[in-house]
């Protein structure tokens, strides 16, 4: 079965950084898109950043472009998110989620998803 696993989150001042990973296992193999989604208190899940299985194709978040980068280390199995600037907006609960289809993912309908990592960053 497949497992993912968040790792990293914290308290950091605004403007300081944090980064996020999100190890996988149970996958057939690599050939699967990853990403990071966020949730607030009180609000929904929203998209954040994903990317390809070769990371041909990557998108952002408008909220977060600039300042996060999302990457991946095939071999070991782990996505990572970075995050820089942060600002007292980019609290949440981040998920790691994995889809074999990009665009689906993509749209907040991803095969699975992880339990979460707190993020608090205060102003």
């Known amino acids: 079965q497949v497992q993912l696993v968040e790792s990293g989150g914290g308290l950091v001042q605004a403007g300081g950084s944090l980064r996020l990973s999100c190890a996988a296992s149970g996958l057939t193999d690599s050939s699967v898109a990853l990403g990071w989604f966020r949730q607030a208190p009180g609000k929904e899940r929203v998209f954040v950043a994903a990317d390809s299985w070769d990371g041909d194709t990557i998108y952002y978040a408008d909220s977060v472009k600039g300042r996060f980068t999302i990457s991946r280390d095939a071999a070991k199995n782990t996505v990572y998110l970075q995050m820089n600037s942060l600002k007292p907006e980019d609290t949440a609960v981040y998920y790691c989620?994995?889809?074999?289809?990009?665009?689906?993912?993509?749209?907040?309908?991803?095969?699975?998803w992880g339990q979460g990592t707190q993020v608090t960053v205060s102003s």
């Open positions: 989620a994995a889809d074999p289809i990009l665009p689906r993912l993509r749209l907040g309908y991803p095969k699975n």
